[in-house]
T-cell receptor, first 115, second 115 residues
């Protein structure tokens, strides 16, 4: 079974400050890892994904995440927060090598950006 | 190109009633997955369909059923609605059945309220 833990249900930063959203996963096989963003009353938008290869993954809107197998982590970062980054962020895991597309999501982290 | 579309956007039903939610995937995508997102939680996997066949099922009661049509659109049906079925129902489409990351694209969701 797979699971995802997102540390901190709510993170608040100032505009221009570093954004760090934490994600730890549990998987019995090498996983595929994803970060999604959800704006109010909208669906999910894929920010970035890790499948294989380079462990530092760059995504849209200046976000990046690093896969650390030894720490079973996939934290999301952005050097400088913008007001438009305020949203809910979800980390998700899917088992690799399988043909089932089931995503297992964390509970989400609400990011607030203060002016 | 149009993204994933879902209908209706909002729905209010009474306990015990039946509901049908609809999803049209991105053109060329043959796999559709359904997720339930209860307020304050991450999405939970309900079903995955590919080429009209069920390929995966989450931990949901038999009151939940789905099907996929020859044009790859899909319906999610829920019988005997309970208050706890109130949620945002998300549809996600992906290209096909393979062993890659199966990147999923989400629709805007259908907000179901059961009173």
């Amino acid at each position: 079974a797979q699971s995802v833990t997102q540390l901190g249900s709510h993170v608040s930063v100032s505009e221009g400050a570093l954004v760090l959203l934490r994600c730890n996963y549990s998987s019995s096989v090498p996983p595929y890892l994803f970060w999604y963003v959800q704006y109010p009353n909208q669906g999910l938008q894929l920010l970035l994904k890790y499948t294989t290869g380079a462990t530092l993954v760059k995504g849209i809107n200046g976000f990046e995440a690093e896969f650390k197998k030894s720490e079973t982590s996939f934290h999301l970062t952005k050097p400088s927060a913008h007001m438009s980054d305020a949203a809910e962020y979800f980390c998700a895991v899917r088992r690799s090598g399988g043909s089932n597309y089931k995503l297992t999501f964390g509970k989400g982290t609400l990011l607030t950006v203060n002016p | 190109d149009a993204g994933v579309t879902q209908s209706p956007t909002h729905l209010i039903k009474t306990r015990g009633q039946h509901v049908t939610l609809r999803c049209s995937p991105i053109s060329g995508h043959k796999s559709v997955s359904w997720y339930q997102q209860v307020l304050g939680q991450g999405p939970q996997f309900i079903f995955q369909y590919y080429e009209k066949e069920e390929r995966g099922r989450g931990n949901f009661p038999d009151r939940f059923s789905a099907r996929q049509f020859p044009n790859y659109s899909s319906e999610l049906n829920v019988n005997a609605l309970l208050l706890g079925d109130s949620a945002l129902y998300l549809c996600a489409s992906s290209v096909g059945w393979d062993r890659g990351p199966g990147e999923q694209y989400f629709g805007p969701g259908t907000r179901l309220t059961v009173t």
